[in-house]
């Protein structure tokens, strides 16, 4: 671990330029293998940091990304430890979903996507949304896990490839849904903001109805009534995600034509 440490450091101090002679397919291979270490600089800067500046700069070969994208989507890494709460195995689920944006990147450059790898990478993100349960956002000492903001990340990407149809956003915004009405863990660290332009994104696609929409917004309107102090919990994180979702429609309801019924609604909660 040391020595990819010390190699990521000296790719990043060089501009990320790969090294004359690196068997790329073997340092990302390590890199992956260490996407959840719980040293927050090998984690997030060095890792996730140089897979982002390769892929932004086209350095990794299309059959390379998608064999790292099988693997942060396999059992050992998105699905690792899944249910656990307060364990270290978050930081491999949430950095593993972190890679799926990019990705969708490359595949907007190459367009090596098939429509099973497509439906595959939908069904594997709906379970681990559904099934993550460890909401915590900043841990002292150990720096990001933020899984349900890199989970939306994920699912923001989803959302914006035009492979997908209305039964997909449909399920994605019931599960932004079920994740927004939480009531055990206080969002502090963004999530609802992340998780909004989750829903922003698919109101642009434009294809889904806009009663649907009205009526899903409505339906986090309703709060149920459960036992102090979990209400209050529920209750501000939902404020907090509809305020996030509200004002990001104020900023494109000019411009991209959304219907102000939408916001008319949110405001009327």
């Known amino acids: 671990m040391n020595n990819l440490k010390s190699f990521l450091r000296d790719v990043r101090d060089n501009n990320y330029g790969i090294p004359e002679g690196t068997d790329i397919d ?17 984690r997030d800067r060095l890792i996730y940091g140089t897979l982002h500046k390769w892929i932004m700069n086209e350095e990794l070969s299309i059959e390379l990304v998608r064999k790292v ?18 364990q270290d195995t ?40 559904e099934l993550e349960k460890d909401y915590r956002g900043y841990i002292l000492d150990k720096g990001w896990a933020h899984s349900i903001a890199h989970a939306a990340d994920s699912l923001h990407s989803i959302s914006s490839a035009s492979y997908y149809s209305q039964k997909h956003l449909l399920v994605i915004l019931e599960l932004i849904r079920e994740k927004a009405c939480v009531s055990n863990y206080y969002f ?36 149920e009534r459960i036992a102090y102090p979990r209400y209050d919990i529920m209750r501000g994180n939902i404020k907090n995600f509809l305020r996030s979702v509200y004002f990001r429609l104020l900023d494109i309801s000019g411009t991209e034509g959304i219907n102000k019924e939408i916001i008319k609604t949110l405001n009327q909660l």
Request: a negative charge.
């Open 188 to 223: 502090i660290n963004d999530e609802d903001e992340r998780m909004a332009a989750v829903v922003i994104q698919i109101v642009k696609r434009n294809i889904l109805k806009e009663d649907v929409l009205i009526n899903w917004v409505q339906q986090l309107g309703c709060i």
């Open 26 to 42: 073997q340092v990302v291979h390590e890199m992956i293998q260490n996407i959840g270490s719980i040293d927050d600089e090998l």
């Open 90 to 129: 978050v930081f491999t689920r949430s950095f593993s979903a972190l890679f799926i944006p990019l990705a969708f990147h490359y595949n907007d450059i190459f367009n090596y996507l098939t429509e099973q790898e497509y439906e595959y990478i939908y069904s594997r993100m709906r379970k681990y949304y």
């Open 69 to 86: 994208l099988y693997i942060t989507l396999d059992d050992d890494h998105l699905f690792c430890g899944i249910g656990d709460i307060d």
